[in-house]
């Protein structure tokens, strides 16, 4: 399993919510409280947008996120008003650079957290369903990179929601041919640098750890000092795996089985459900 944040807002310097919170996504790679392992340290990424009409930058490595410098370095120089951050714990394909999230299509990236339960199995079925002209775009071998690409096949470029409903319904669609009974477990996010698409959903209902910024006058009160911070401004949200500061008004858990679309300063919460083929 994994942890992601994705951050919408006026521009951050990335180093203020990657290392200096006090839980930040920096220290969870060692010292995870909600995942289902304590050290994330397969890989991370981090993707940004400068403006929202940019194709998004990206940075991938498969040092641990706590041991590598050039990170720290890129954080401190770079500010963005939207960016998605992964650490990778693998499960059951190779650390490598391709398997790092974020992953990219066009002006689009995608994070997850979770697994397609026996992804060997169906991971053909699964492929042979991705859109031939985006076919060659895959780069790595994850399940999580295989649902980025059924989604965007499903139409993530034109109603985010649906498409991830429908990438979700396909998956467990195919799973059944093959006797499994609860075969996606996620939190993703998806970006094209005008919004944030996120979603907690499980198959079996047990969905991994998901919250949401409440307002950032909480955070201005716990940083006063921080310019950074306060730059963000009123409508700032953050999506996280885990609380980054120990703050519980600061935050509110996404209820199982939803969907959140963030737009500027209009948020939009809905109930998710697969969509079958």
């Known amino acids: 399993m994994c942890r992601w944040l994705a951050y919408t807002g006026n521009p951050v ?43 998004p930058y990206r940075y991938r ?37 391709t398997n790092c999230h974020p992953f990219r299509h066009g002006r689009w990236m995608f994070v997850h957290n979770g697994l397609i339960d026996s992804f060997p199995l169906v991971r053909r079925d699964l492929l042979v369903a991705i859109d031939p002209q985006r076919f060659n775009s895959l780069e790595g071998s ?19 929601v649906p498409a991830l409903a429908r990438m979700v319904g396909f998956i467990e669609a195919t799973a059944r041919g093959y006797g499994i009974a609860h075969p996606v477990r996620m939190t993703v996010c998806a970006s094209d640098g005008e919004q944030l698409v996120a979603v907690r959903y499980s198959s079996e209902g047990k969905s991994a750890s998901l919250y949401h910024s409440t307002a950032f006058r909480h955070f201005y009160e716990l940083y006063p000092d921080d310019s950074q911070i306060a730059a963000a401004g009123d409508d700032a949200y953050l999506i996280v795996s885990e609380p980054l500061v120990d703050l519980p008004q ?21 109930p998710f459900a697969p969509i079958e083929p």
């Open 250 to 270: 600061a935050w509110a858990q996404v209820p199982e089985a939803t969907a959140i679309v963030v737009r500027g300063a209009h948020v939009d919460y809905r």
């Open 142 to 160: 994850t399940d999580s990179e295989a649902m980025f690409h059924l989604a965007m096949t499903f139409g993530l470029e034109f109603d985010p």
């Open 13 to 55: 310097h990335l180093e203020t919510l990657l290392f200096r919170a006090h839980h930040s996504l920096i220290d969870q790679s060692l010292h995870s409280r909600l995942g289902a392992t304590t050290t994330n340290g397969d890989g991370f990424g981090i993707g940004w947008y400068q403006r929202p009409s940019d194709h």
């Open 61 to 97: 490595s498969v040092q641990p996120a706590w041991n590598d410098h050039n990170l720290r370095e890129l954080a401190r120089a770079v500010s963005a008003p939207m960016f998605l951050a992964h650490i990778r714990a693998a499960t059951h394909t190779p650390v490598q650079q």
